[in-house]
């Protein structure tokens, strides 16, 4: 096995992939929540992405990204067998979990590629989790089946009804803050759906701090904030 080489491959919808990668070093130290820097060859960018996962044992690590950008898109000619020029991590604080209970994932279209490794990671750490997986349509549902393997209780939403409940996050949210399943939100997806979760959360006392969801991502993964109760143990914020 070569250095870097992509071993799996997996088409998960018409932008998204699943990539499985030999990166040994990088395995044995990785934590959810912590993310990589890679390079697809000698001449390539250098751009940071979330693992979705890693495996110890095997020595790989888990990559789900769209095709959006050159970098993403250069990615996505790579073939199992084929290998990145540079990766290196793990970098950033991985995802705090210590204390917690139970917590709600969110996660939205493309997000819920960050929201997986936090959930699993979070549910494998003893935690009660719940996640809610939101998307236009059916046809952009991914993660469905590994979601259900690795959570206490999953949600799948659209925004047309044509899969799961017809629902926003942040509607099903709600629902289920009223039913007293959690008072603990950890938000991931496109900036309007965690700025409508941060909306509600603040007319319910939960009190997260309110960020524009890519600016959080980032500032998170490089542990500028992170996840803190309050002395109620009912009403837990994102500080």
Known sequence: MK??????????ND???WLKIYA???????????????RTDEFGERIPLTMAGHNE???????????????????????VGDCFA??????????????????????GGTG???????????????????????FKNKD????????????????????DGSYGEKAFTTQKLEELIQKGVTRYSLIIG???RAREIAEYNDSMAIQPEHKPILQAAEEYMEGIYDIAETDDADDQAID
């Open 140 to 159: 952009l549902v991914i993660l469905e089946d590994e979601f259900r393997e690795n959570v206490d209780e999953l949600y799948v939403v659209t925004d």
């Open 3 to 12: 250095r870097f080489e992509v071993t799996y491959k997996r088409r998960l």
């Open 112 to 134: 819920n590629a960050l929201a997986y490794p936090l959930a699993s990671g979070m549910h494998d750490h003893g935690v009660r989790t719940t996640m809610i997986e939101g």
């Open 24 to 38: 040994p070093l990088v395995a044995r130290k990785a934590r959810p929540g912590q993310f990589i820097i890679l």
């Open 57 to 79: 044992k095997d020595g790989t690590i888990d990559l789900i990204y769209a095709a959006v950008g050159r970098t993403t898109m250069l990615m996505d000619q790579l073939e």
């Open 86 to 107: 540079d990766i290196v991590g793990p970098l950033g604080k991985p995802t705090h979990m210590d204390g917690l209970k139970s917590v709600c994932v969110v996660g």
């Open 190 to 192: 496109i900036s309007k």
């Open 15 to 17: 932008n998204m992939v």
